[in-house]
């Protein structure tokens, strides 16, 4: 059995867990850093290790080049998605005017994808979903749902769900779009400008 095998056996398996031990988690309240999944500081893998996408097309590295995201991390048996859901369309609808792009990302795949669609139609979600994504939430590190990343125009993790309850999303979220974005290095005018295309990271 591969590497990746295990750890999405293991990714499917705690996800069972925490369904049964949502309701205690809540009560405890905002996790630590080590269980929040991507750190602060750290750099947004790209979100490719998916099967598929609704509400538009798959997003690349260059669509998200310079712009504050929030990525959302769900399933369809987590209450708590359930519950969080209605606050997360208010945010988009505060926000995305002013530039923040939002996704999200499903561990449920395409064999379920009717009920996911069903799931965005009740909440009228509007944004990106990826469905089938156990790969890219394992790229994420997840571990309790719903997992939160705001992601400044570095391209790096500002704030997470460990900040849930200290730090207001809001607050993050203005800091984030006041932020510069990182300057881009001009090619050597001696050197012809190359073109890259973005590879998928190894996990």
Avoid at 12 to 27: F, Q, R
Wanted: glycine letters at 10%.
């Amino acid at each position: 059995m591969s590497k990746t095998t295990l750890q999405t056996i293991g990714l499917l398996v705690g996800l069972g867990c925490i369904v049964v031990a949502a309701p205690l988690l809540w009560k405890v309240g905002a996790l630590d850093q080590s269980r929040a999944g991507l750190q602060l500081g750290q750099t947004i893998p790209p979100i490719t290790k998916v099967e598929g996408w609704l509400n538009g097309d798959g997003l690349t590295p260059a669509d998200l080049e310079g712009k504050v995201v929030f990525v959302n991390g769900w399933f369809l048996n987590c209450p708590y998605c359930h519950e969080g859901m209605p606050n997360l369309v208010k945010l988009y609808d505060e926000y995305h005017s002013k530039g923040v792009v939002f996704v999200g990302m499903t561990s449920d795949d395409s064999e379920n994808v009717k009920n996911v669609e069903k799931f965005l139609d009740k909440y009228k979600v509007e944004w990106p979903n990826a469905y089938g994504a156990t790969g890219a939430l394992m790229a994420f590190n997840a571990e309790y749902f719903p997992g939160y990343w705001l992601i400044g125009r570095d391209g790096k993790v500002v704030w997470n769900k460990a900040l849930q309850g200290r730090v207001p999303i809001q607050t993050a979220i203005e800091k984030a779009l006041a932020a510069k974005a990182p300057a881009t290095q001009m090619p050597n005018a001696q050197q012809p400008a190359t073109s890259t295309s973005p590879a998928d990271d190894e996990q």
